[in-house]
């Protein structure tokens, strides 16, 4: 312009300026799992990464296309299967309205609440042993804690309450609990769980620890034919009991399923299954286990159902389905021929650790043209606690002797260094020979 009044040129041509600022935008998921569940709670985080001091609003894109704007770079929602897909976050400055750059991440909801699974070994134990309990998680991710229950039976249904075992009411870091002194039949259940507030699996199936002896078979052996009437009575303390089993390729069932409950004595008129059974009471009682097969052949072994006590007599039998054994009879023990003669039953006068094992019999019929086999079943043999603590007794009667005799040498030592130089060197060269060559036990 110039001049007055003031002379205007026209106006220039426009001119674009393009400005670049250098912010960027990235999404975080928290906590950021391998596997997130129906009912968990997450945090999507937004960071605008160059964007300085200054205040930002936050624009949120969800899987299904709906918005949702926070003044604080963080959004915390539960999840569904439904929540599965990509979120999206952009900023925008306060001051000038500007729009930073999208960013995203992928969320994977699974609607299967996951399972539990508890393993304990030894399953079968020694009464006073220590059991070790392990919880996984079907789908294994990060951040589990796990808490650990016994079951307690509920007689007025087929279930099971569970109490907290100590030390897990905030859940444990290890995925192993230990359980100590373990002195009879038990049933314990774990879970896990995460996150604030806690998100918790499944509980896992009831798993068994067997040990005891309460539970009593008639008649006493393994092996029934399935035609068989079985009684099982269950005693202890308790005044009123049920008795379940828990079938090869079946499900945890009641007396009351498969036979008649009479007091405290489950009756059962045919064994049609083989299955583990035991006794518990609503006082959180269980007794021993014992292993009970039904079998449809022609010949069983009849051996006791209890461990056999080592020192004890024990007989082992054949029996037929429709005759009595009258012939000679083969026994084995795992696999190997160990009586074979004019004998019909095998008879173990005292039983030693060694006759533990797998026996089996065999009755050669109709003029020995035919063979008949029985199944195979497993003989337990326990020990006394004499004999476990024997190592003692016999290293405390040698020491003593020992001991008297070192004490018997000294003594005549002194009393023949008064009186012969010579026999007191010969003594004295002996104790100490003695000394030296210590004997330990």
């Not at 083969?330 to 160990?338: E, R, S």
């Amino acid at each position: 312009r110039r001049g007055k009044p003031v002379y205007y040129t026209d106006y220039s041509d426009e001119v674009t300026v393009e400005m670049t600022v250098s912010t960027s935008v990235s999404v975080t998921l928290q906590p950021d799992w391998s596997q997130i569940f129906s009912g968990e709670k997450i945090t999507v985080r937004c960071e605008i990464q160059g964007g300085g001091d200054t205040e930002w609003d936050y624009e949120w894109k969800t899987p299904q296309s709906t918005s949702h704007q926070t003044h604080v770079n963080y959004w915390t929602l539960s999840v569904s299967e439904s929540s599965s897909g990509n979120y999206m976050c952009r900023g925008r400055n306060r001051r000038d309205s500007y729009s930073s750059t999208h960013d995203a991440v992928t969320l994977r909801v699974s609607d299967n609440k996951p399972q539990s699974v508890l393993t304990v070994s030894p399953s079968w134990l020694s009464p006073g042993a220590s059991v070790t309990l392990k919880c996984e998680v079907e789908h294994p991710s990060a951040g589990w804690r796990f808490y650990w229950y016994k079951t307690v039976p509920k007689l007025s249904d087929r279930l099971y309450r569970y109490e907290l075992l100590p030390g897990s009411d905030s859940g444990t870091e290890e995925d192993s609990y230990m359980v100590h002194g373990q002195t009879h039949t038990a049933g314990y259940v774990c879970r896990a769980g995460r996150g604030e507030p806690v998100f918790y699996t499944e509980h896992s199936k009831p798993t068994f620890v067997w040990s005891g002896a309460s539970l009593t078979v008639s008649p006493d052996r393994v092996q029934h034919f399935t035609s068989d009437s079985v009684s099982l009575s269950c005693e202890g303390n308790s005044t009123e009991w049920r008795v379940r089993r828990f079938p090869e390729d079946s499900y945890l069932s009641l007396c009351s399923d498969w036979g008649t409950m009479t007091g405290s004595t489950c009756n059962i008129s045919g064994l049609n299954s083989s299955a583990v059974y035991w006794c518990e009471s609503g006082s959180g009682q269980f007794t021993n286990s014992v292993n009970i097969t039904g079998h449809n052949d022609d010949i069983i072994l009849v051996s006791p159902v209890l461990p056999v006590t080592e020192g004890t007599s024990v007989t082992l039998g054949c029996k037929l389905r429709r005759e009595n054994v009258v012939s000679n009879v083969f026994f084995y023990q795992n696999d190997k021929l160990i009586q074979n003669d004019t004998r019909v039953e095998l008879i173990i006068s005292a039983v030693l650790k060694s006759d533990q094992g797998f026996y089996r019999c065999e009755v050669k019929t109709d003029s020995w043209i035919r063979t008949l086999t029985s199944p195979q079943s497993w003989m337990a043999v326990k020990l006394t606690s004499t004999t476990e603590n024997s190592s003692f007794p016999v290293s405390l009667v040698v020491g003593l002797v020992c001991g008297i005799l070192l004490i018997f040498l000294l003594l005549l030592l002194c009393c023949c260094r008064k009186s012969k130089g010579e026999m007191f060197d010969f003594l004295y060269l002996m104790t100490v020979e003695i000394v030296d060559q210590r004997i330990i036990f």
